[in-house]
């Protein structure tokens, strides 16, 4: 189970990089299936290394890695294909806080101090991540719908699909980056009172 865990992990992180050429060659059905798989992973990955006690630090590691590489991944290439500011600046501020958090990690590192990712089911940096999940498939999947779109077959369902979509994108990447704003400030504090035993 833990192979086949760290497998789910691997995937992630592969996928977090191949979505990338299938956007710049608009594969847009192939970007939104392979995305869903990908966050559809995350969830069970970690579920069934805790039902099945089959956690481990490398798997922990990818796990970690995998997350953070299909949401940074997919928002930048979001950015690119829709550079309007309602999405550029939250991406930008969800991207600028991985660095932040990681600058974090990287200084107490050097100290040789742990900073471990809340263990509570819901953390504000499990929404956070939710919201993101959310939000970037709902674009991929407005991205795949306006494929099956003509002249001849535009309807009233598909403008109505595309709209709720886009307002869904919208709406879940300013509720990611509330969440996101709010985790990097529980960050702050834990990192704070932290460097406080360093003599």
Not at 3 to 10: D, G, H, P, R, T
Not at 18 to 26: A, N, S, Y
Not at 33 to 42: C, M, T, V, Y
Not at 80 to 103: D, H, N, Q, T
């Amino acid at each position: 189970m833990k192979s086949f865990v760290n497998f789910l992990s691997a995937f992630r992180i592969a996928a977090s990089f191949v979505i990338i050429p299938t956007l710049m060659f608009q594969w847009y059905w192939v970007s939104f299936i392979l995305f869903a798989f990908a966050a559809i992973s995350d969830f069970f990955d970690g579920y069934l290394a805790k039902k099945y006690n089959a956690t481990s630090k490398i798997g922990g590691v990818m796990d970690h890695i995998g997350d953070k590489l299909l949401v940074v991944n997919t928002m930048i290439m979001l950015t690119i294909m829709m550079p309007v500011w309602f999405i550029v600046v939250p991406a930008i501020i969800m991207i600028a806080r991985e660095l932040y958090i990681s600058g974090l990690r990287e200084f107490l590192g050097t100290q040789k101090i742990e900073m471990p990712v809340p263990k509570a089911r819901m953390s504000m940096g499990k929404i956070k991540t939710t919201f993101q999940m959310i939000a970037l498939g709902a674009f991929l999947f407005l991205f795949a719908i306006s494929t099956l779109i003509t002249p001849d077959n535009i309807s009233r369902f598909y403008l109505i699909s595309m709209n709720v979509l886009s307002q869904i994108g919208i709406f879940g990447l300013w509720l990611s980056l509330l969440a996101s704003l709010w985790s990097a400030t529980q960050y702050t504090v834990t990192f704070a009172n932290k460097i406080k035993k360093i003599k």
